[in-house]
């Protein structure tokens, strides 16, 4: 008698529900991690610690891992089969955790800490090159600061004793010379210090366009202990007057305050004029936020509504060491 065909035998359904929770694992863990990602980018960004950054990471991401290990093997073997794990089971759990998980995390991160390393170090590459570059022109353009000051003052005396509107706009220009040749390698300066020196730009800016600009400054005076990079307010006003037409009939109009604690604003009405190619004012934004990245996380505003142009540049505070 020949034997009968073997009947496939039917797959465990343990197979299935051990797939779903290691499936449901997988999930929670990547959005998790992800999420956990997210919020310390924002607490402690990678650019200021990446040591610190790459140790906490580790830690809280492998704190979650096994808090989301536990409880899912908890919840389906409650569920599924009606008795909780024991003690014996979830201590064996842990320990494949930390064999397994842990250290697939940690390669995980530790990959991706090379890879910001990496950035990180060709951007400060091509900062030092761009560095030297801008040392080269002005060595290039490098005029003696003594030489033009001496000169200054031999103009000042052959202007004529009662012009006085000559020798207050060579003052002003003396005063904004002086201001950029003293914080030229500056990071940051008052507040104070750099509405000072818009005085004396500004003066200069009226008397070359006259009734063409109208400039109004109105900056809460608490707030001048606050900084700024130097020339920032400088090169939003340059830049307002290279897009836009100035006439005595349709004058530009400038208005510098502050937005709370926060923010500095610098507000124009725009009457745009045709621009070359390769626009000068988009990269002097460009400048004006990468000097502000360097010193800071928060990030410059700008805002343009068709009928106002408006950049916001973040009010800065440094403790005294």
Known sequence: MEPSPEQPSEIDPVFFLAAIWILSVLILLWAGNY??????????????????????????????????????YYIYKS??????????????????????????VSIVFGVYFMVKW????????????????????????????HFLFNNLNILS????????????????FAEVYRYL?????TEAVSLL??????????????????????????VDVKLKSKMIPPMALQTLVENTIKHNKLSVKAPLQVEI??????????????????IKPGNPGETGLHNLRKRFSYVTDQDMEVLDDGKYFIVKLPLLSFEKS
């Open 79 to 104: 569920a599924f089969t009606l008795l909780p794990p024991d003690i014996y089971q979830m201590t064996l759990l842990n320990i494949y955790g930390v064999l397994f998980l842990l250290p697939v």
């Open 157 to 172: 005396s052959l202007i004529e004793p009662h012009n006085d509107s000559a020798l207050d706009f060579l003052d002003n």
């Open 35 to 72: 999420g956990i990602y997210l919020i310390l980018d924002k607490l402690i960004p990678w650019s200021k610690n990446m040591v610190n950054r790459l140790y906490l990471q580790l830690f809280v991401s492998a704190i979650y891992t096994l808090l989301v290990v536990n409880l899912t």
């Open 257 to 274: 305050y502050n937005e709370g604690k926060t923010y500095l604003v610098v507000k124009n009405n725009i009457q745009k004029k045709s």
């Open 118 to 145: 990496k950035k990180v170090t060709i951007e400060k590459n091509t900062l030092e090159k761009e560095n030297m570059v801008s040392e080269l022109k002005a060595l290039k353009s490098h005029i003696d600061p």
């Open 193 to 218: 210090t750099e509405l000072e020196f818009m005085e004396a730009y500004l003066h200069i800016l009226e008397k070359r366009f006259e009734h063409q600009l109208i400039i109004k400054s109105n």
């Open 181 to 185: 040749l003293k914080n030229k390698d």
